[in-house]
């Protein structure tokens, strides 16, 4: 049983900074990645910023220079740091987990947290 807990979202003000963080417990062998995806109103999921298993990390455009992931294995957590918000920011973030489940076998599973809303406005 895998449960992914998302939490730092809020309203915040254009140029305003929030730090998102989100935990995965349950019977992890180990973490291939982990990330974060938005999704706004009318709109596809997107991908924000993800770190590979090997540290590779990938940014969307839009945020590059204004988001930072970073991860803690030890934890089995990941944060996006935003700063610099713009309201084309708003929108429901959601953590996402590549995992290696240890079971009978040690299995991949994709898993998806509940989602946390950022509203950036004035």
């Known amino acids: 049983q895998v449960q992914l807990v998302e939490s730092g979202g809020g309203l915040v003000q254009p140029g305003g900074s929030l730090r998102l963080s989100c935990a995965a417990s349950?019977?992890?062998?180990?973490?291939?990645?982990m990330g974060w995806y938005r999704q706004a109103p009318g709109k596809e999921r997107e991908l924000v910023a993800r770190i590979g298993s090997g540290g590779s990390i990938n940014y969307a455009d839009p945020v590059k220079g204004r988001f930072t992931i970073s991860r803690d294995n030890a934890k089995n957590t990941v944060y996006l740091q935003m700063n610099s918000l713009k309201p084309e920011d708003t929108a429901v973030y959601y953590c996402?987990?590549?995992?290696?489940?240890?079971?009978?076998?040690?299995?991949?599973?994709?898993?998806w947290g509940q989602g946390t809303q950022v509203t950036v406005s004035s």
């Open positions: 349950g019977s992890i062998f180990s973490i291939q990645a």
């Open positions: 996402n987990a590549d995992l290696l489940i240890q079971g009978g076998e040690v299995r991949e599973y994709e898993y």
